[in-house]
């Protein structure tokens, strides 16, 4: 069987970088953006973040079937990178941008519409992006090879949005100006990772459907039982990630004591921590199965959150670095695994006679994005209830308490929650055959 060329498998991957740091800064600062620098209420905030959110799942699923019926020069796939690599950099730059508006209640509707603008132009690359793996070869674990690698790159993206972003918000010396230099740097990292994997690709191979199948619609993912509790468990946990990410810049300024630069070293344990697990998940996954494998990352994930809790004050930031490394390990495994799975379910459909690449992809990112976006309007809540001021120097035993909850617990318990779900995945697998031993 003919493999992928690795070059074209790096310059697809190196596309994740992009839109790794686009799915990634949003999700660290933008709530703290909006309560810090533009003095919107906790609350108010999250459902900023939250909203656009929404929208994309109407999105994402009418872009993949918009992709799947795309027939063009440049393929089905990558006229729509072209096109959302320059509009996802523009729109990132203008959402970290806001100019000076009278008020809260500006402020609020001019990054919700923002946003709703940027969540678009991502749609238009992601989706198609991410339909990509599964034609590129009919070996599962050639396919889950293919998805390390892209998973690497996008945990480097991870990297950049979740640490570097903080320090040169500190180098560009923070406030207004801090945030809107910053999006100009990762800004335009976006669009240059992004355009290699729309150039590189030229030549990538293309498992063309059977000439009877038919063209897939949004209610096919739905019926898929395997995909439903899929999608269901990969939501669950992501909302742990969104809840953790979105209160880690509180944790550290309020209750670690540190600078906001010193959220990037809190970041950099955890994307070290997983950039160095991904390849060995895969590894893992062709010895046990892909479910077994999940299992297994899911209980590092809550042992390292487990050491976070136990974690009080600026005297156990050692602590927190390691511990946040232990997440970071269990973290790679519950990124790789569902998507490794998902080639696996749009390839059975493709041999079923659904031609659903594009269909199956849109759904799945919509999930993705829905998951993401549940974290900073949870931690919206929970600073609410704490009593968290915004702005204020100083909080509250009571919100310090709220923060630490968000950060340990919440993503805990929805990481053990989606451990039955997929096991409800494996129920509706068919048993393997010598031809897919891991699937």
């Given at each position: 069987m003919q493999r992928t060329p690795r070059r074209i498998v790096l310059a697809?991957?190196?596309?994740?970088?992009?839109?790794?740091?686009?799915?990634?800064?949003?999700?660290?600062?933008?709530?703290?953006?909006?309560?810090?620098?533009?003095?919107?209420?906790?609350?108010?905030?999250?459902?900023?973040?939250?909203?656009?959110?929404?929208?994309?799942?109407?999105?994402d699923p009418f872009m993949g079937w918009v992709?799947?019926?795309?027939?063009?020069?440049?393929?089905?796939?990558?006229?729509?990178?072209?096109?959302?690599?320059?509009?996802?950099?523009?729109?990132?730059?203008?959402?970290?941008s806001a100019p000076d508006l009278p008020g809260e209640r500006w402020n609020f509707l001019y990054v919700t519409i923002?946003?709703?603008?940027?969540?678009?132009?991502?749609?238009?690359?992601?989706?198609?992006?991410?339909?990509m793996p599964?034609?590129?070869?009919?070996?599962?674990?050639?396919?889950?090879?293919?998805m390390a690698y892209r998973m690497s790159f996008a945990m480097a993206?991870?990297?950049?949005?979740?640490?570097?972003?903080?320090?040169?918000?500190?180098?560009?010396?923070?406030?207004?100006?801090?945030?809107?230099?910053?999006?100009?740097?990762?800004?335009?990292?976006?669009?240059?990772?992004?355009?290699?994997?729309?150039?590189?690709?030229?030549?990538?191979?293309?498992?063309?459907?059977?000439?009877t199948a038919g063209k897939a619609h949004f209610l096919d993912a739905l019926r898929d039982g395997r995909f439903r509790m899929l999608a269901l468990a990969y939501i669950i946990q992501l909302g742990g990630l969104g809840v953790f990410t979105g209160s880690t810049p509180y944790y550290v300024t309020q209750i670690a004591g540190r600078s906001e630069g010193a959220i990037s070293t809190v970041f950099l344990a955890l994307l070290g921590g997983t950039i160095l697990s991904m390849f060995a998940w895969a590894a893992i996954s062709r010895l046990t199965g892909k479910v077994p494998a999940y299992l297994a990352a899911a209980l590092i994930t809550v042992a390292g959150l487990a050491g976070l809790w136990l974690a009080t004050g600026p005297e156990d930031w050692t602590l927190v670095i390691a511990m946040t490394g232990v997440v970071g390990m269990g973290f790679g495994g519950l990124q790789l695994l569902p998507f490794a799975m998902l080639t696996d379910i749009i390839h059975?459909?493709?041999e079923d006679g659904r031609d659903a690449a594009g269909t199956f992809t849109g759904v799945w990112t919509a999930v993705e994005k829905g998951g993401l976006a549940l974290g900073p309007l949870v931690v919206g809540l929970v600073l609410s209830i704490g009593g968290f001021v915004s702005g204020a120097e100083a909080?509250?035993?009571?919100?310090?308490?709220?923060?630490?909850?968000?950060?340990?617990?919440?993503?805990?318990?929805l990481a053990l929650l989606s451990v039955p779900v997929v096991l409800q995945y494996r129920a509706g697998t068919p048993r393997p055959t010598a031809a897919d031993p891991v699937s």
């Amino acid at each position: 069987m003919q493999r992928t060329p690795r070059r074209i498998v790096l310059a697809f991957s190196i596309g994740s970088i992009g839109t790794g740091i686009y799915l990634t800064v949003p999700g660290v600062l933008l709530l703290y953006y909006l309560t810090e620098i533009l003095s919107v209420s906790p609350a108010l905030a999250g459902l900023a973040v939250f909203l656009p959110r929404v929208w994309d799942m109407i999105t994402d699923p009418f872009m993949g079937w918009v992709s799947d019926r795309t027939r063009s020069p440049l393929g089905r796939r990558r006229p729509y990178l072209l096109a959302g690599a320059i509009l996802t950099a523009l729109s990132f730059v203008f959402l970290f941008s806001a100019p000076d508006l009278p008020g809260e209640r500006w402020n609020f509707l001019y990054v919700t519409i923002v946003y709703v603008l940027s969540a678009t132009a991502y749609t238009v690359f992601a989706v198609p992006y991410l339909s990509m793996p599964a034609e590129m070869s009919a070996d599962p674990d050639e396919r889950a090879s293919i998805m390390a690698y892209r998973m690497s790159f996008a945990m480097a993206g991870v990297l950049a949005g979740s640490a570097a972003a903080p320090a040169l918000l500190e180098a560009f010396g923070g406030g207004r100006g801090g945030f809107a230099a910053m999006s100009w740097v990762l800004g335009g990292a976006c669009a240059v990772t992004m355009l290699i994997a729309f150039f590189g690709t030229a030549r990538a191979p293309v498992i063309a459907a059977p000439k009877t199948a038919g063209k897939a619609h949004f209610l096919d993912a739905l019926r898929d039982g395997r995909f439903r509790m899929l999608a269901l468990a990969y939501i669950i946990q992501l909302g742990g990630l969104g809840v953790f990410t979105g209160s880690t810049p509180y944790y550290v300024t309020q209750i670690a004591g540190r600078s906001e630069g010193a959220i990037s070293t809190v970041f950099l344990a955890l994307l070290g921590g997983t950039i160095l697990s991904m390849f060995a998940w895969a590894a893992i996954s062709r010895l046990t199965g892909k479910v077994p494998a999940y299992l297994a990352a899911a209980l590092i994930t809550v042992a390292g959150l487990a050491g976070l809790w136990l974690a009080t004050g600026p005297e156990d930031w050692t602590l927190v670095i390691a511990m946040t490394g232990v997440v970071g390990m269990g973290f790679g495994g519950l990124q790789l695994l569902p998507f490794a799975m998902l080639t696996d379910i749009i390839h059975d459909a493709r041999e079923d006679g659904r031609d659903a690449a594009g269909t199956f992809t849109g759904v799945w990112t919509a999930v993705e994005k829905g998951g993401l976006a549940l974290g900073p309007l949870v931690v919206g809540l929970v600073l609410s209830i704490g009593g968290f001021v915004s702005g204020a120097e100083a909080q509250s035993d009571r919100a310090l308490f709220w923060i630490r909850i968000a950060v340990a617990l919440i993503p805990s318990a929805l990481a053990l929650l989606s451990v039955p779900v997929v096991l409800q995945y494996r129920a509706g697998t068919p048993r393997p055959t010598a031809a897919d031993p891991v699937s």
